[in-house]
């Protein structure tokens, strides 16, 4: 029995960096969150008749470069397109991605989704 655990116990630590790849931004069930970074906390979240608005943020030891280069090849891929760095838009949605004072190699990322 307890080669059995051990084994469940090694094979949920090899599956959760793959089962990480698989988050999403807080409120934005169709935003994937970069691989690399972690939610900070709970998104705010507003639903009101022009559309949601939505305001998360992560944070990862991964440069600015590759997670707008993340974010331009992704969301393009899901049907988003760019409006210049860090913008975006879909289907009356605007998408702005911030990158607020970063400190000790950690950047901060900022997602804030609105009606267009």
């Not at 994937?32 to 022009?50: E, H, I, K, R």
């Not at 030891?61 to 838009?89: M, Q």
């Amino acid at each position: 029995m307890r080669a059995f655990f051990a084994a469940a116990i090694l094979l949920l630590g090899l599956l959760a960096p793959a089962m990480a790849q698989d988050a999403y931004v807080g409120g934005v069930d169709d935003l994937p969150l970069m691989p690399g970074l972690s939610a900070d906390g709970d998104a705010t979240v507003f639903d009101a008749p022009s559309g949601r608005v939505v305001d998360a943020t992560a944070q990862g030891r991964v440069s600015r470069a590759d997670i707008l280069a993340f974010y331009t090849r992704t969301l393009a891929e899901l049907g988003w397109r760019g409006e210049g760095e860090g913008r975006f838009a879909r289907e009356g949605e605007k998408l702005t991605i911030e990158f607020p004072a970063a400190a000790g190699g950690i950047t901060r990322v900022r997602f804030f989704l609105r009606p267009e």
